[in-house]
């Protein structure tokens, strides 16, 4: 009876594991996806109407209800804060959700990524950042090969991305889908 139940517990604990890589790999190709929606409309966006119709702020991507106050960490339509030891807090990427109306003629539906939280231990800037959806940030293009913007994600451990960068004291892998 006593190996029935150590089998038993073993299957069971087996399963979960499985059932976990399955939701982690659905949920970045959630990500993905939607982020590759997103970086086809704004690429759309500039080749009819020119980089300067790109918003100059930082912002969600997104619907303002995937971004609700979460506290302490997140104010309502913020996606990425960042906390130092001293109790100072930086907005990071914005209180502001990115004109969904600019892309309306390149994009069918309002693509949801995964909303997952990924959080930056501070090892590498000092500072404990959290991250949730995904983000779009203006890049300037003489400083960036050419590019004019991105659309950015944080998620914890490694994870494949289009493009990615690896933060190994962080332990967070920051991809990116670039405009």
Known sequence: MLIVIVVIAILAA???VALNGIQARANASK???AALAYGKALK???AEKGESALPTTESCLGLSAWYPISSPRFQQNQCNTWSYDSGATYGGFGAAIFPMSLLTPYISNTPEPSNLVGFDNGA?????QASRGLMYQKLNPSSWSGRVGRVLWMRNGRVDCPSSYYDSAATVTWCYVYI
């Open 14 to 16: 087996i399963t979960i």
């Open 31 to 33: 990500d993905t996806s």
């Open 44 to 46: 759309m966006l500039v």
């Open 124 to 128: 590498s800037s000092g500072a404990l």
